[in-house]
């Protein structure tokens, strides 16, 4: 059993990640600084140090000692990171960056592994759906330009420093301990939260908008997959179904989840909004012998429960 770093395991893919990879019997230190991440999401854990990714002197005592490291910390809020730029950059960049540069000092035998979380955000608008890894990159967002450095920065960890990589291209993840509160939740755990408390939900939009949702359940088996496939050729792969869902879908999968039916009003577009963004799954489907098994329905049906919907 191995030694893992585990940053931003108090937030909800993290804390995930947290239960599965105690689960199978390894042992956890997670690195949060708390600022969306709850406490209570991982009440086993003991080695929790309370700190930021973008402080490399925290960074790098949090990995010494460790066989590998799950970077999932990042602030997620694509509005957040256009309105404040520079601090999201120094967080899901310059942390990134620090997160790599301790990964390749951890032990004295060489670099440990990093599994890193990116975002189909790095695409953009690009409109070639379903999106492949190799489709051009043209992030509309500060977040999504972020995640492409980080991706270029495990490159360079890669082929300059040795540091074996693994890097995830998230589409809609969505579960159990998303808060809907949060300005980084997805749409996902806001629609259930107003379903639950018989609210009603607001579409930007007509609702057309496609998506690619993906259970946070089956998020995390390639992520932790991704560790045995770590290598200094810096593959990423994106996590996606690639059965695409409007957002009319989904109020419609969401009510028949709950035997009830979702309020909805409709507003204006967002600025900024892609209209479609689904992923291909071929590559990583090829790379790791599996697929997202949990249907949408399933998946709304188990995030309706841990409501209490």
């Known amino acids: 059993m191995a030694a893992y770093l585990v940053t931003g395991g108090c937030g909800f893919i993290g804390s995930h990640l947290v239960d599965a990879l105690m689960a199978a019997g390894h042992s956890v230190r997670i690195l949060d600084d708390l600022s969306t991440g709850k406490r209570e999401n991982v009440p086993d854990v003991e080695d929790i140090v309370i700190g930021d990714v973008a402080d490399a002197g925290v960074m790098a005592g949090a990995m010494t000692g460790m066989d590998g490291c799950f970077h999932l910390a990042a602030i997620a809020s694509v509005q957040r990171s256009n309105e404040e730029w520079a601090l999201t950059h120094r967080v899901n960049l310059t942390g990134t960056v620090n997160v790599l540069d301790a990964a390749r000092q951890a032990k004295a035998g ?62 809609n993840i969505y579960g159990p301990r998303q808060d809907p509160g949060s300005p980084y939740s997805g749409v996902i755990s806001i629609f259930a939260d107003r379903l639950s408390a018989g609210r009603t939900a607001t579409v930007h939009g007509d609702g057309g908008q496609m998506r690619d949702f993906v259970y946070v359940g089956d998020c995390v088996r390639f992520v932790m997959a991704g560790m045995e496939k770590a290598t200094t050729a810096a593959e990423v792969y994106n996590v996606c179904t690639g059965r695409p869902s409007s957002l009319l879908d989904l109020i419609a999968a969401l009510s028949d989840a709950a035997g009830r039916d979702l309020a909805v009003e409709f507003g204006p577009p967002r600025i900024g909004d892609i209209r479609d963004s689904f992923g291909d799954a071929s590559k990583t489907t090829a790379a790791f012998g599996m697929t997202v098994d949990t249907s949408l329905r399933d998946g709304l049906a188990k995030t309706l429960r841990s409501l209490g919907g």
């Open 110 to 171: 060489g670099p440990v592994p990093v599994v890193y979380a990116s975002s189909a955000a790095v695409y953009g608008d690009n409109p070639a759906v379903p999106l492949v890894e190799d489709a051009q990159k043209r992030p509309l967002t500060a977040y999504g330009a972020d995640k492409l450095g980080c991706e270029q920065h495990a490159r360079v960890a890669g082929q300059v420093h040795d540091v074996p990589t693994t890097g995830f291209r998230f589409f």
